[in-house]
């Protein structure tokens, strides 16, 4: 259980000033939040914060729209202020909100690592409370290692995936293409010239569009066989890999550095992709599927990206992703493995279950 926070009593004047100044102020009976800071990430949209600032939330998170977790009311918890006064109790002067007097609290609770420390050699010590603890979500930054150098390189933004990876698939494509466009290229050449079928430049876009298509289903076998594995108790190297690859996210789902894949690591991952796409459609077939699949790649952590970070509308496409994954990262963490799309959720069966209730 977490510690109490250090706290002061707040008088509903001192609520009204607040909130008056464009802190979101919320109430679950006396006990006050200040959510300023969750306001543009809540998966519900902003507004639906907005709206509720000064009030008791405590209807609202037992729904509807829907219940909310035990996740969710223990990351309500981190933005705890303090008590908020009875009417009629000690009359005092009122205090004047001010902004860093609404700055939330960083209260510590029972942790089970130091979080002054790098955390990657502390999590395999966890043992068998590791899976419970990685799944409970916290709103503060990682530290993996000692060195700055491997915590420089374990950290990326969005912008830096684009930069590193979009030559590439500018390169591969333009090879691809002026080869195809040469008309030597055979389709199962290298087993027999009787059968063999040439391929046209014209196939190249069609070849681009199947490695997207392909990346989907890769992004889904990796984020749940791979991200999503449960290492044995007993193994310490186990528990420390799945949180370096992404118990780390799980942990700290809205640290904006950590929420695409580093590209020094993943160009190591490159390679094996690479020589897979060689020997399953040898040559440059093989290639201008792989280009796609990178930008597939691409658009995979764009999308994850700003379902973490972004405010979609209510009722579009993204609002509903946003939501979707969401619910993943605080209350189904087996089930829900799709994060561009939906789809491969559905015919594995893993779609979330309010999501099968939905499509019934």
Not at 65 to 75: D, G, M, V
Not at 189 to 204: D, E, L, Q
Request: hydrophobic share 40%; glycine share 6%.
């Amino acid at each position: 259980m977490a510690a109490r926070p250090t706290s002061r009593s707040f008088s509903r004047a001192e609520l009204s000033a607040g909130c008056a100044q464009g802190a979101c102020l919320v109430l679950t009976g006396r006990r006050l939040y200040d959510l300023s800071a969750f306001v543009r990430l809540h998966p519900g949209g902003q507004q639906v914060l907005l709206e509720r600032a000064g009030t008791d939330v405590s209807a609202a998170l037992d729904g509807p729209p829907h219940r909310h977790s035990a996740n969710a009311r223990r990351w309500l918890q981190q933005y705890y202020l303090g008590e908020l006064e009875a009417d009629g109790e000690a009359e005092q002067p009122l205090f004047i909100a001010t902004e860093p007097e609404f700055k939330r609290i960083n209260w510590k609770e029972k942790e089970l690592v130091d979080w002054g420390k790098p955390l990657v050699w502390q999590v395999g010590h966890l043992r068998e409370k590791y899976d419970e603890w990685v799944h409970q979500p916290v709103d503060r930054p990682i530290r993996l290692f000692q060195s700055n150098l491997l915590e420089y390189l374990s950290r990326a933004t969005w912008h830096v995936v684009c930069i590193f990876w979009l030559p590439v698939v500018f390169f591969l494509s333009q090879h691809c293409y002026t080869t195809l466009a040469q008309g030597k290229t055979q389709l199962f050449a290298s087993f027999t010239s009787a059968y063999a079928i040439p391929v046209h430049k014209y196939c190249f876009p069609l070849l681009f569009i199947l490695g997207i298509f392909t990346w989907s289903l890769v992004e889904y076998i990796i984020h749940r066989f791979l991200f999503h594995m449960n290492p044995p108790a007993n193994n310490y190297y186990l528990i420390t890999l799945h949180f370096l690859v992404h118990g780390q996210h799980h942990k700290s789902p809205f640290d904006h550095t950590r929420l695409v894949f580093p590209p020094v690591p993943a160009s190591l991952l490159f390679f094996p992709f690479y020589f897979l796409a060689q020997v399953v459609v040898p040559g440059e077939l093989g290639l201008s599927i792989l280009s796609g699949g990178i930008v597939g790649y691409i658009i995979y952590d764009m999308m994850h990206y700003y379902l973490h970070y972004g405010s979609p509308k209510e009722g579009t496409y993204l609002y509903g992703l946003k939501t979707y994954h969401i619910k993943h990262h605080f209350e189904h963490q087996k089930a829900g493995f799709g994060i561009s799309s939906r789809f491969w959720d559905r015919p594995f069966h893993t779609l979330i279950p309010e999501e099968n209730k939905k499509s019934d």
